[in-house]
């Protein structure tokens, strides 16, 4: 069965490799105030978004074709959320779709696409409600967009969701997965190996869940599961899915990977030490892995390896 060996050997450690990464250049004119960032490559280009630096905290991204130049930003579509969310990337169906919160309880999460022109009219996930201070997981697996969050109430469990030329499905819990809370970070989402990867933070540390032919496996506990402050981000690179999060104070993006079977030692991007880096996101453009995050200014800054 594809990707079975996520199923059996998720215990074994290598030695971190070393790696090269670019020095951290900010985005121009990218200030936000929320916690999540949006980050993914869409028809060539690399796409970032992220929440404006006040009110009515719209939604801004901007484009590079070629990872180190960007283009003015521009509004995304209509979308208004609030000053603690964050927004999310991920394409489907040859479209770049994007997921954010909304700006008033109940927490409604809305999202809209992109077909390299226009965005879609904002439309609201039917039944899904979440917290103001939360990430969104978003990616496509198996012919589906998927959407992933924190309950809005006690024990904060992760929900999901599909979205199918049918619409969405009805929203449902994952199996014994329980978030730190109402301030919770993550969940977020890849597909790796012939199945999709949920992984969020909770008070263990960081878990993740595997969905494949016979349903959800029960969570968890990734190998580096202790001090995490934000994150996790979910990417896949060079084939292998990499996580990334951060520790809290000065001690940057911290990353580490898993091949199939293997897990790598815990690295640090070395641009980001020392910044009060938080709010991290990845994304695989070209040749290269991309990390981008929130410094003490709120700015987003970026570098590329490893």
Known sequence: MAGAGLLTILTVWSAPADAAWSGATHIPYAVSTGEGLGFASYNGDLYSAWLSHSSPYDIYYSTSSNGTKW??????????????????????GGDLYAAWIGNSSPYHIWYSSFNGT????????PIALTTEYNE?????????????????????????SALTSTGWSTPTNLPESSALGY????????????YL????????????????????????????????STGP????????????????????????????????GVSAIPASVG?????PAIA?????LYAEWLNSAMKVYYASGP
Do not use: H, M
């Open 118 to 125: 226009s965005w879609a009219k904002d439309t609201e996930v």
């Open 275 to 279: 910044v009060n880096a938080y709010s």
């Open 183 to 194: 301030y919770s970070t993550g969940p977020a989402l890849a597909s790796y190996e012939g």
């Open 233 to 264: 981000s979910l990417a896949v690179y060079d084939g292998a899915l990499y996580w990334a999060w951060t520790r809290g104070g000065e001690s940057g993006v911290s990353y580490a990977d898993l091949d199939v079977t293997t897990w790598s």
């Open 284 to 288: 695989a453009y070209g040749s290269s």
């Open 197 to 228: 990867v949920a992984s969020w933070a909770s008070s263990e540390g960081i878990e993740y869940s595997l969905y494949g032919l016979t349903g959800w496996t029960l969570p968890s506990l990734t190998p580096f599961s202790t001090g995490l």
């Open 71 to 92: 283009a003015k930003p521009k509004r995304l579509s209509k979308a208004v959320s609030n000053f603690a969310a964050g927004v999310s990337l991920a394409v489907y």
């Open 136 to 160: 969104l997981g978003l990616a496509s697996f198996n012919g589906a967009l998927w959407l992933s969050w924190v309950g809005q109430s006690s024990p904060y469990a992760i929900y999901y």
